[in-house]
Antibody, heavy 121, light 113 residues
Framework: QVQLVQSGAEVKKPGASVKISCKAS????????IDWARQAPGQGLEWMAM????????IYAPKFQGRVILTSDTSASTVYMDLSSLTSNDTAVYYC??????????????WGQGTLVTVSS | DIVMTQSPDSLAVSLGERATINCKSS????????????LAWYQQKPGQPPRLLIY???TRESGVPDRFSGSGSGTDFTLTISGLQAEDVAVYYC?????????FGQGTKVEIK
């Protein structure tokens, strides 16, 4: 069955960076985009970026452009999200998800369990 | 960015009654290549990731009960829960995938009256 397993919770200081992994299994890793969204405590969902794991092409929301980098390791079926220059506003649960097909314009049909990132001095 | 606006922010519905959630996009999400609207609906329960319910505005995801249905076109969309069950208590989000960023609505909280 399709599974996306994310790395564990992180606590970071302001100005630091965090790298979260999303390991996929149960399907052909390069057949679907992986996207990322976050959810601040008590707030709604915010889409951040997506990547074609096979070709490595990434698309970033303008809000996060320059601060987020997505990379893919096809040998490990894993996508990584690197978020830099953290502030307290980045405290959130970060989710990775798989799009329904190999198209960037598809909805997300499977999600990881989420990774809590806490930014605090 | 396309702005997605949901209404209401919350609603309370009696068990077995209908719940209707609206979603309006700031511009059309009609995908010309297949004449379908690129709009999805998700359900999220506390402490859980979102769950895809509906995609292409009206196609139900596999395993989703048929009491959930999506409709609408262009800029105005609706998620209907026909016969609310206790397990449907959750926050519901619409999302457009027509263009990046794939923006979400602010969410609608559904409770039991």
């Amino acid at each position: 069955q399709v599974q996306l397993v994310q790395s564990g919770a992180e606590v970071k200081k302001p100005g630091a960076s965090v790298k979260i992994s999303c390991k996929a299994s149960g399907y052909t890793f390069t057949s679907n985009y992986i996207d990322w969204a976050r959810q601040a405590p008590g707030q709604g969902l915010e889409w951040m970026a997506m990547i074609n794991p096979g070709g490595g092409r990434a698309i970033y929301a303008p809000k996060f452009q320059g601060r987020v980098i997505l990379t893919s390791d096809t040998s490990a079926s894993t996508v990584y999200m690197d978020l830099s220059s953290l502030t307290s506003n980045d405290t959130a649960v970060y989710y990775c998800g798989r799009t329904r097909s190999n198209s960037w314009f598809e909805a997300t049909d499977y999600w990881g369990q989420g990774t809590l990132v806490t930014v605090s001095s | 960015d396309i702005v997605m606006t949901q209404s209401p922010d919350s609603l309370a519905v009696s068990l077995g009654e209908r719940a209707t959630i609206n979603c309006k996009s700031s511009r059309s999400v009609l995908y010309s290549s297949n004449n379908k609207n690129d709009l999805a609906w998700y359900q999220q329960k506390p402490g859980q990731p979102p769950r895809l319910l509906i995609y292409w505005a009206s196609t139900r995801e596999s395993g989703v009960p048929d009491r959930f249905s999506g409709s609408g076109s262009g800029t105005d969309f609706t998620l209907t829960i026909s016969g609310l069950q206790a397990e449907d208590v959750a926050v519901y989000y619409c999302q457009q995938c027509y263009t990046t960023p794939h923006t979400f609505g602010q969410g609608t909280k559904v409770e039991i009256k």
